[in-house]
């Protein structure tokens, strides 16, 4: 199984910050991965397909990049809706799996 | 508009049997595949089982594999999870989630259903 590394785990941040959180896998995975938003209480939400491809809708701020086995995704000012849990997924190979979670939270 | 909505989750003792139903509008389900999802009470997102549109290929998690069988009724637009000998690590809350432009992406979700299993 493709096992997925987030970090951190959490963090702090204010409005305004950039924020950036690290995804790695164990072993090559190209571009398949994909980052969610998940606030609690909702149904979570694809942020970025293909390492760096932003779903429609989702504001610019939002980037990813990386491929093969280390990733990142980088949140440039942070606005108040962004507090929240975000998860990178590889959709390489079965089992999917899913990084453990950065929860970002408001300093 | 796109929807999922699952249902029948529920308080359930360890060992009993539970099914759960995704209800799906808004698309052409028989034509996508789709996946459950769950998340334990402060833990992670999980993957657990994934069926293709026709119901021809299934994939489990390794934590539920024997136990748990994915199905889907393309005529009534329902996706199911059987959930037989469930344990208290079992207890989440359970994501049907669809992927229609790229395999394994999860583009919609639904809500959610509970289940909680404790004697």
């Known amino acids: 199984d493709i096992q997925m590394t987030q970090s951190p785990s959490s963090l702090s941040a204010s409005v305004g910050d950039t924020v950036t959180i690290t995804c790695r896998a164990s072993?090559?995975?190209?571009?398949?991965l994909n980052w969610y938003q998940h606030k609690p209480g909702k149904a979570p939400k694809l942020l970025m397909s293909?390492?760096?491809s932003l779903q429609g809708g989702v504001p610019s701020r939002f980037s990813g990049s990386g491929s093969g086995t280390d990733f990142t995704l980088t949140i440039s000012s942070l606005q108040p809706e962004d507090f929240a849990s975000y998860y990178c997924?590889?959709?390489?190979?079965?089992?999917?799996?899913f990084g453990g979670g950065t929860k970002v939270e408001i300093k | 508009e796109v929807q999922l909505v699952e249902s029948g989750g529920g308080l359930v003792q360890p060992g009993v049997s539970l099914r759960l139903s995704c209800a799906a509008s808004?698309?052409?389900?028989?034509?996508?595949?789709i996946h459950w999802v769950r998340q334990a009470p402060g833990k992670g997102l999980e993957w657990v089982s994934f069926?293709?549109?026709?119901?021809?290929?299934?994939y489990y998690a390794d934590s539920v594999k024997g136990r748990f069988t994915i199905s889907r009724d393309n005529a009534k637009n329902s996706l199911y999870l059987q959930m037989n000998s469930l344990r208290a690590e079992d207890t989440a809350v359970y994501y049907c989630?669809?992927?229609?432009?790229?395999?394994?992406?999860?583009?919609?979700w639904g809500q959610g259903t509970l289940v909680t299993v404790s004697s």
């Open positions: 069926i293709s549109s026709s119901s021809g290929t299934t």
């Open positions: 997924q590889q959709c390489y190979r079965f089992p999917l799996t």
């Open positions: 072993q090559s995975i190209s571009t398949y």
């Open positions: 808004g698309f052409t389900f028989s034509s996508h595949t």
């Open positions: 989630a669809l992927d229609t432009v790229t395999p394994n992406n999860f583009d919609y």
């Open positions: 293909a390492a760096s």
